[in-house]
């Protein structure tokens, strides 16, 4: 089965060069140029553990970079639709990509003999794929749907920084479509690549309403650790890291998506949480919870801020340390990354930044220029510095030790993640989370 793929970001990238890796005839396309050829060489464009190596394993086998959508119709049996899904300013997601690679698919499918599976992984609210996609791929192609072309609904519940285990590995396949044999068709396939994986099949708008039921769950557990933990931080002697632990252990509960800190951030929960509070206000459903989460995580943010004035006082020409800007370790996406917009308010406060992360610092001089300074070692992030906030818990930020803090002008260290509480430094500590 020849599979093509459009849209090389995350998902489609780590995708491509997974099948490719095993052998699957695989096409992949961008309508980044520059993107695209720096894919063809082995290079991807941005940071994922493991990805290099798998995608050069896969240009030595089965993936093949294109800049021509027209073969892909003619001649893929599968054409998976991986392109972004960005947010507007209401929340709403800008389907323009999705509605453009679906178009070009129609006008090619228009003047072909092939009857491909277009798969849609890209993220997008319940009905999108049965009430715009479709009526494009019926106008563009003057094909009939279920006879000369399947639409299936295929989300993606990959991590980054674990993006291709998560693709070699998914805990289920999703399948939304109708009963034919287009769905049969991409059943044998996906077990055929992951063997022991359950295939949920259900209709198009379900698949869709699973993957914001997914992640709205995912954020709604991190509201309610952090709510939890600023109510531990009033408590003398408390800590939200014992409560967590503890309850993670009712099987009913679990104890993953339980650790407190600065708000989640990222490229989906921050926006996938929106889009379902504007789906749902636009079906006249005042999402009661789903509004409470994403205020208790915007509040996060100066909760965090609060923290370092009690720790620092004024802010005012203050020396202030940020440690993480990538919104999770091993990724260099800064994209709704928490420190990112901690940086944006301290700097209003007018005190000088100097920041330090493994591997988002030249993301982040695009946002920042010359504001900010950009430290290339942890010692020199911490000389002179009146503050240390640590946001991101890479791992070389538990090392932290008393060389370093001898560095420092003041000891203050702001942790948003406790990845320090069980150190004896000599410091004045806030975690948050910790009465
Ligand atoms: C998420 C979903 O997990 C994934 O299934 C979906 O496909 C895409 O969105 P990702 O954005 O890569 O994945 O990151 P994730 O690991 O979920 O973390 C998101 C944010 O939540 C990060 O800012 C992280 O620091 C924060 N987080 C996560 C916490 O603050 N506490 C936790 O316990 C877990």
Known sequence: MKVGIIGLGFVGLSFASVLGSKNYSTLGFDSDKKKSSQIKNGKPPFYEPYLEETLNQALRKGLEITDNIATMVKSCQL????????????????????????????????????????VIKSTVVPGTALDVLLPILVSKSRKKPGKDFGLITNPEFLRESMAISDTVNPHAIVLGGTKDRFMNAIKKFYENLHKNTPIIATNNQTAEMIKYT???????????????????????????????????????????????????????????????????????????????????????????????????????????????????????????????????????????????????????????????????????????????????????????????????EKRIIVDTRRILNNSKLKMNYYPIGIG
């Not at 507007?88 to 070009?104: H, P, Q």
């Not at 009913?252 to 951030?265: E, K, S, V």
């Not at 000389?383 to 991101?392: D, G, H, L, Y």
Request: hydrophobic content about 40%; proline content about 4%.
């Open 214 to 408: 997914n992640n709205s769950f995912l954020a709604t557990k991190i509201s309610f650790i952090n709510q939890i933990s600023n109510i531990c931080q009033l408590i003398p002697g408390a800590n939200v890291e014992d409560v967590a632990r503890t309850i993670g252990l009712d099987p009913r509960i679990g104890h993953l998506f339980l650790n407190a800190g600065p708000g989640y951030g990222g490229s989906c929960l921050p926006k996938d949480v929106a889009a379902i509070i504007n789906f749902s206000n636009s079906l006249g459903i005042n999402p009661l919870l789903l509004n409470a989460v994403k205020q208790v995580n915007d509040y996060q943010l100066k909760h965090v801020i609060l923290t370092i004035k009690r720790a620092a006082g004024t802010l005012k020409k203050k020396r202030i340390t940020v440690l993480g800007l990538a919104f999770k370790p091993d990724t260099d996406d800064i994209r709704d990354s928490v420190s990112i917009k901690l940086i944006q308010s301290l700097l209003k406060q007018g005190a000088k930044i100097i920041v330090h992360d493994p591997k988002a610092i030249e993301n982040t001089k695009n946002i920042f220029k010359e504001k900010i300074s950009y430290a290339e070692s942890l010692d020199d992030a911490l000389r002179k510095s009146q503050c240390c906030v640590i946001i991101t818990p890479w791992k070389e930020y538990s090392k932290i030790n008393e060389r370093h803090l001898q560095l420092m």
């Open 79 to 118: 054409i998976f639709v991986t392109v972004g899904t960005p947010q507007g300013n209401d929340g709403s997601i800008d389907l323009s990509m999705v509605k453009s690679a679906v178009e070009e698919i129609g006008k090619h499918l228009k003047y072909s003999k092939n009857k491909p599976i277009i």
